[in-house]
């Protein structure tokens, strides 16, 4: 059974909800149809002992990033919400969370920048971090220990192989088997959109804010959404205490980026099914959750609403691969993925280049494979360039 993310409380659809804003949650004297940019770093108090302002540091708290706080909760299911400066902030302030001595249980295919900071905490902080393949629950199991284990890291689907975890088995089993530790989801392949991970089970969610809530590669922004307000209470904490927290303009850039984020992915999402059935008639081997062939096509269904616009493939040749991703006109070679135009990139030498190569071999990361961001660009212009590019690059392709 697939998860209904088409409706909230209010009984509104999901896109009627990205694009409303809470009017209760800034007071605007004048009636705003847009949210102000509070551009100030401090806020007058009344009293000399500085009591009675909502608000008195923009580090602890501005109106514009409330705004985007509340609307993000609301979006996300969750009791708070955080911005702050990026993705990968968002993960450093969650991973505070976890003490010398404590275990982090990670997947083995995850994205580039997740590995990197999990391995300066593992090197620098006391902290024994688990690799393991995520689409087993078994093999997440192995590993929990209910005094040592802090967070399990899921990524559903992963970057870049796009494999699927059981985000409801695993969260099921973790908190039978260790109350204490926290089930943390990167959402950011999905969006709130496509996937609520905190009704699936986990007690953190956090994205990316500069991919698809945002949809323009127009600002760095990280999003975190949490289960239990006691949980949010120790991540404000070190939000405050760190000032990792988002700046007023970029907060009103990502409250702007995700009015639209449904009509975007609905495009991004239609155009990606016309490519992976292309590539795979193709006969390359494509990693795409919206194709049957897809190993757990069936368990992705019955955790979001679709597939998403990131898709991966191999050619089985790294020269081929160089080849047709420098041939590629419309798409660009690039990092990242959400954005409105569509992008190309060799993730082996440039998202994921930061993994060592012994590790990406033990993990079986193919160092050929090709990744796909989807766009917002008519379908067939896509495809064509895509052939075009396949073509240049030396293989016959059906029309």
Same mark, same amino acid.
């Given at each position: ?116 900071? $999990?391995?300066? *905490?593992?090197?620098? @902080? =006391? ?5 393991? #393949?995520?689409?087993?629950? !078994? %093999? ?94 120790? $991540?404000?904490? *070190?939000?405050?205490? @760190? =000032? ?5 303009? #970029?907060?009103?850039?990502? !409250? %702007? ?71 590629a006109r419309l798409w660009g070679i690039s990092v990242s993925f959400g954005c409105v135009n569509s992008l190309i990139s060799m993730p082996c030498k440039m998202s994921h280049a930061s993994i060592p190569a ?13 990744? !796909? ?27």
């Amino acid at each position: 059974m697939a998860v209904d993310t088409t409706s909230t409380k209010s009984g509104y659809h999901l896109a009627t909800e990205l694009v409303h804003i809470d009017s209760d949650a800034v007071k605007d004297n004048y009636n705003a149809a847009s949210v102000p940019i509070y551009q100030t770093a401090t806020f007058k108090q009344n009293s000399a002992d500085g009591s009675g302002g909502e608000y008195d540091y923009s580090r602890s708290g501005n109106p514009t990033r409330t705004a985007v706080e509340v609307h993000m909760a609301k979006i996300m299911k969750a009791e708070r919400a955080f911005v702050v400066s990026t993705g990968m902030t968002a993960l450093d302030v969650i991973l505070r969370l976890v003490k010398t001595g404590q275990e982090v249980i990670a997947g083995d295919d995850i994205y580039g920048g997740t590995n990197r900071l $999990l391995t300066y *905490v593992s090197q620098y @902080s =006391g902290v024994k971090v688990h690799n393991v #393949d995520t689409t087993d629950p !078994l %093999r997440v199991e192995e590993k929990l220990d209910p005094i040592k284990t802090r967070l399990v890291l899921l990524e559903s689907p992963t970057n870049p192989l796009i494999k699927i975890a059981d985000i409801r088995a695993i969260a099921a089993r973790v908190h039978e088997i260790c109350p204490s530790a926290l089930v943390v989801v990167d959402n950011t392949m999905m969006s709130p959109y496509l996937q609520n991970t905190l009704e699936l089970g986990a007690d953190i969610e956090y994205h990316s804010g500069t991919k698809y809530l945002s949809g323009h590669h127009d600002l760095m922004a990280g999003v975190i959404g949490c289960r239990e307000q006691s949980v949010a209470e120790s $991540l404000y904490f *070190v939000i405050n205490a @760190s =000032g990792s927290g988002l700046g007023p303009f #970029d907060s009103w850039l990502l !409250l %702007r980026g995700v009015k639209t984020l449904g009509i975007r992915m609905d495009k991004q999402q239609s155009n990606a099914i016309e490519i992976a059935d292309f590539l795979e008639a193709q006969g390359l081997k494509v990693h795409y959750p919206g194709l049957k062939s897809h190993a757990q096509y069936e368990l992705h269904k019955s955790l979001s609403s679709g597939p998403g616009a990131v898709l991966s493939f191999e050619t089985g040749d790294v020269g081929l691969s160089e080849r047709i991703v420098e041939s590629a006109r419309l798409w660009g070679i690039s990092v990242s993925f959400g954005c409105v135009n569509s992008l190309i990139s060799m993730p082996c030498k440039m998202s994921h280049a930061s993994i060592p190569a012994e590790i990406r071999k033990q993990r079986h990361l193919p160092e050929d494979l090709i990744r !796909l961001c989807v766009g917002i660009e008519h379908p067939e212009d896509l495809i064509n360039d895509l052939a075009r590019a396949l073509e240049t690059a030396g293989l016959k392709v059906k029309r």
